[in-house]
């Protein structure tokens, strides 16, 4: 038996409870995390930018896919952000806040990551194929241009198609946020399984139904002013939600 066979499994993590106002605490901490550290955070900015981009260029042009589009970056931000949270870690412990070290953080719980990875892609591809159901089920005329969709969306038309978008969209984001809310954060610094971390981020969300409602909004603001920036503000949008989803975690974990 190797040494990390017969290595206890760590005990399931408590869940503390926060202030409403917490969120932005946990904010400007991931702010204080970028500019102490900003040649690695906005490596991992620039890389939302151009992870983004390559989405946009392969389903952008497809309203259907809309739906994927924006999705991408809340179900695979807290996997591409591991680099942040390491960075966030060691600037906890005193260590340098070197690019070279974050790149690897993932290979301390490889396996369990890469679980996790999985569903989240499994919810992905879930939420772009219900986007098309929707799309199939509710709308009515021909398929719409990006701009056309666009408009619709801004417009009194096509009520029933868009309540039915944003209420299956909004269960999908409820889904892949409830279970990523600190369950990577949680892999990463304490070694936790895949199924342990999703149910502890669940447990978080139920324990602080008010702050977790007040970081989701600061999420998808935040988020929102990067898209409509086209993608521009990701560059720093992306590390400071990464830092302070670290936060988040330190606060909401005993």
Known sequence: MTAEQSRPAPAFPTIRTVEIEQPLAWLRRGWGDLLSCPFASLFYGICFVGGGALMVLALGGAP?????VTSGFLIGGPFFAIGLYEISRRREKGQPCSLGPTLMAWKGNAGNLG???AI????????????MVVF???????????????RHVV?????GFLAA???VGGLFALIAFAISLI????????GHDAITAAIASVR???????????WAGLIALLGGLGLVTFLAGMVLIGPVLGHATWHAYRDLVE
């Not at 259907?64 to 994927?68: C, D, G």
């Not at 417009?155 to 009520?159: F, G, P, V």
């Open 136 to 150: 199939a089920l509710f709308y009515s005329g021909e398929m719409p241009t990006m701009s056309g969709f666009l």
């Open 120 to 131: 989240l892609l499994v919810i992905f591809l879930v939420w772009a194929r219900a986007s």
């Open 115 to 117: 679980i996790f990875t």
């Open 183 to 190: 369950a990577i954060p949680l892999m990463l610094d304490r």
């Open 155 to 159: 417009s009194t038309d096509h009520l």
């Open 165 to 167: 978008y944003f209420a």
């Open 204 to 214: 978080a969300l139920f324990m602080n139904p008010a702050p977790m409602f007040v």
């Open 64 to 68: 259907e896919y809309i739906a994927a």
